[in-house]
């Protein structure tokens, strides 16, 4: 029986793009009906339900685009492989033509579900598949780790969340410490909308200011203490140690005073990014 999904994701994008909610149209759907509900599963539940070798359908949250995977291994989260060159087209197409360690959020269809997740875009490790791709790529779901290090990647945990329709909730009670880890992840998965959802500037122009995220090709950081404000301030200062590499300038190292605010003791800190995207103007 022929099924067809039609997946519609919009999400807060800059410039003021509305929120749709997203959803599954499912055509003759009485053998195979879809369930609608995005479900944020724990990898445990998910490492039954998408065993060694089963093939599901990713979709990208962003574009909406989707492909083919297989997944071939992983103890700790799925290594998957697309399945022909033509998905392996489709996940280039997804990452603007370039290969990339950045996160992205998904949504896995396998049989009835629509589950939450977060992928990378680079070949890596061992391939079997006449597909392409040099290698896998992983996928990340709620409690997934990494094999090295057996800890959760916060880079894939926020793209989980976007996934899930619950980033919001995430960065709601997160401390200045925590914010500040969490808005340098944005930048790093390169999301202007995530980055809008818990930054400031003093700029007028708000949209100016995040296309400069675009120049940032990668960034690594420390924070320099580990010592939280006060439970009732309404401002913090988060020194930050920093190492950016800027299209078109080079390598950057920096430290930086992050001036965090919010606007009562139980409201979420917003963060002011302008001393970030100053170092793309150098």
């Given amino acids: 029986m022929r099924i067809i999904v039609y997946v519609f994701i919009s999400l807060f994008l800059v410039g003021g793009f509305g929120v749709s909610p997203t959803y599954a149209e499912n055509t003759n759907n009485e053998e195979y009906p879809l369930d609608f509900h995005i479900e944020m599963l724990h990898w445990a539940m998910v490492n039954e339900l998408l ?8 979709i990208d949250v962003e574009t909406g685009k989707s492909f083919r995977v297989q997944r071939r291994a992983g103890r700790y989260h799925a290594d998957v492989q697309p399945l022909t060159r033509k998905d392996t087209k489709i996940m280039k197409e997804i990452y603007n033509g370039h290969w990339s360690w950045r996160r992205r959020a998904i949504l896995i269809q396998a049989d009835n579900k629509l589950i939450a997740a977060s992928m990378h875009g680079m070949p890596h490790g061992a391939g ?13 779901f709620k409690g997934s780790v990494t094999h090295r ?10 793209m989980i969340n976007k996934a899930g329709g619950t980033i919001d909730d995430f960065v709601r009670d997160l401390s200045p410490n925590q914010l500040t880890t969490t808005f340098l992840v944005f930048i790093k998965n390169g999301d202007p909308g995530l980055v809008n959802k818990v930054a400031i500037t003093n700029k007028k122009q708000v949209k100016k200011e995040l296309k400069k995220m675009k120049k940032i090709e990668a960034i690594n950081w420390k ?4 010592d939280e404000p006060d439970p009732f ?5 988060i020194p930050v140690e920093v190492s950016l590499l800027v299209k078109n300038i080079g390598p950057i190292k920096a430290n930086i005073d992050f001036h965090l605010i919010r606007t009562s003791p139980i409201s979420p ?3 002011n990014m302008d001393p970030l995207m100053k170092l793309t103007k150098k």
């Fill in 51 to 58: 065993p060694r070798y089963s093939k599901f359908t990713v």
């Fill in 128 to 140: 079997a598949l006449d597909n392409g791709f040099k290698g896998h790529f992983c996928i990340h």
């Fill in 149 to 158: 290090s057996e800890r959760s990647d916060l880079s894939h945990q926020v």
């Fill in 223 to 226: 924070l320099l203490s580990a």
């Fill in 233 to 237: 301030a309404l401002e913090a200062e």
């Fill in 269 to 271: 800190w917003k963060i």
